[in-house]
């Protein structure tokens, strides 16, 4: 077993238990695995629960980025993309707005 599935178990049991109010911390944790090893629609269940604990600009972020490398669709990445950068956070703003000009683009062509 790598360390990665190692991560997501002991994470998964302390959600399991209970053992910790840092819960949106484990799925927020979870979410980052499951996006490293490329499993979007896993870590985008792991966000939506990560968000559902504790409602962070930066939960939105990774809820964003999820969205527009999982589905073609692309107007539920452009939502998050414009509820991140509506909460005020800074640390991802520059990204969010360059993706947002982009994603502008390809939801108008989608609609042809």
Do not use: C, P
């Not at 997501?8 to 799925?27: C, L, N, P, R, W």
């Not at 950068?85 to 108008?108: A, C, F, P, Q």
């Amino acid at each position: 077993m790598d360390s990665l599935e190692r991560s997501i178990e002991h994470f998964e049991t302390a959600i399991e238990k209970g053992i910790s109010e840092k819960v949106d911390i484990y799925y927020s944790d979870l979410g980052s695995i499951y996006e490293e090893q490329k499993d979007y629609k896993s870590a985008i269940q792991h966000y939506e629960k990560a968000y559902e604990y504790s409602s962070t600009a930066e939960t939105l972020f990774f809820l964003a980025r999820n969205h527009d490398l999982y589905y073609k669709d692309k107007k539920m990445a452009m939502r998050y993309y414009q509820k991140y950068w509506n909460s005020g956070d800074l640390k991802y703003r520059k990204y969010t707005e360059e993706r947002m000009e982009r994603l502008k683009e390809v939801i108008h062509f989608q609609g042809r």
